[in-house]
């Protein structure tokens, strides 16, 4: 069976920090590309961060770059997202990802976590 669980989310003020994991079960993990996304309300989902697991290398969208850092451990099935320098506009329900590198039709969700950035 298949799981992603997200943990790590809250309420953090501005200019704050957080780091989200992402533990995974059920799946081959170093075989795949493993993401976060976020919705935030009345929003459409958007990609915020990339890591391929089999060579990795990682991907950011550009409203994150240079304050957000994807990471993994292959040996604990687990992806990261740390954030920096948080903003209100990054309040969001973030989504880890699994997709399996050579096919993207193989793909997982896990059920997000919140993070409110507010003061």
């Known amino acids: 069976q298949v799981n992603l669980v997200e943990s790590g989310g809250g309420l953090v003020q501005p200019g704050g920090s957080l780091r989200l994991s992402c533990s995974v079960s059920?799946?081959?993990?170093?075989?795949?590309?493993m993401s976060w996304y976020r919705q935030a309300p009345g929003k459409e989902r958007e990609f915020v961060a990339r890591?391929?697991?089999?060579?990795?290398?990682?991907d950011y969208a550009e409203s994150v770059k240079g304050r957000f850092t994807i990471s993994s451990d292959n040996a604990e099935n687990t992806v990261y997202l740390q954030m920096n320098s948080l903003k209100p506009e990054d309040t969001a329900v973030y989504y880890c990802?699994?997709?399996?590198?050579?096919?993207?039709?193989?793909?997982?969700w896990g059920k997000g976590t919140l993070v409110t950035v507010s003061s």
């Open positions: 990802n699994g997709r399996l590198v050579i096919s993207a039709a193989i793909t997982y």
């Open positions: 059920g799946f081959s993990f170093a075989n795949f590309a």
């Open positions: 890591i391929d697991n089999t060579n990795g290398s990682t």
